[in-house]
C-alpha cells in the first residue's frame, strides 16, 4: 500500500501555494491568487523554486498536476504572460507532472 501524500506538511513548508490530494498517489498543486488571474507573487516563486524536491521525496506523490484555483489558470508573474514550465521550476523534477 502506497503512503499517504503529506499534505499538512507541504502546505506547513510551502503557505504560498495550496495542495490536493484527488487520488492516491495524486498530488495537485494549486496557484491561488483571487482577483489576479492566479498570477504568481513573489511568495509563490519562492515556494516553486523549492516545492519540487519536497515532493520528489514524498514517497506517496506518483504524479503531480499543477492547476490555478477555480476557472483561471494561471497569468504568470503578476501581469498577462502566461506560467510556464520554466517559471514553475519543474526542472529536472523526477515525478510525471502535467501543467
Excluded: Y
Excluded at 513573489?42 to 492547476?67: F, K, P, Q, S, T
Amino acid at each position: 500500500m502506497p503512503s499517504p501524500i503529506g499534505l499538512e506538511t507541504l502546505a506547513a513548508a510551502f503557505p504560498s501555494l495550496a495542495f490536493e490530494s484527488p487520488a492516491d498517489g495524486v498530488l495537485e498543486l494549486v496557484i491561488a491568487h483571487e482577483g489576479r488571474q492566479n498570477s504568481a507573487t513573489e511568495a509563490m516563486h519562492r515556494d516553486l523554486a523549492h516545492v519540487w524536491r519536497a515532493i520528489d521525496a514524498d514517497e506517496g506523490v506518483r504524479a503531480v498536476l499543477v492547476r490555478g484555483a477555480g476557472e483561471q489558470t494561471a497569468s504568470g508573474s503578476g501581469d498577462t504572460r502566461p506560467t510556464n514550465a520554466a517559471e514553475l521550476n519543474v526542472g529536472s523534477f523526477g515525478t510525471p507532472c502535467v501543467t
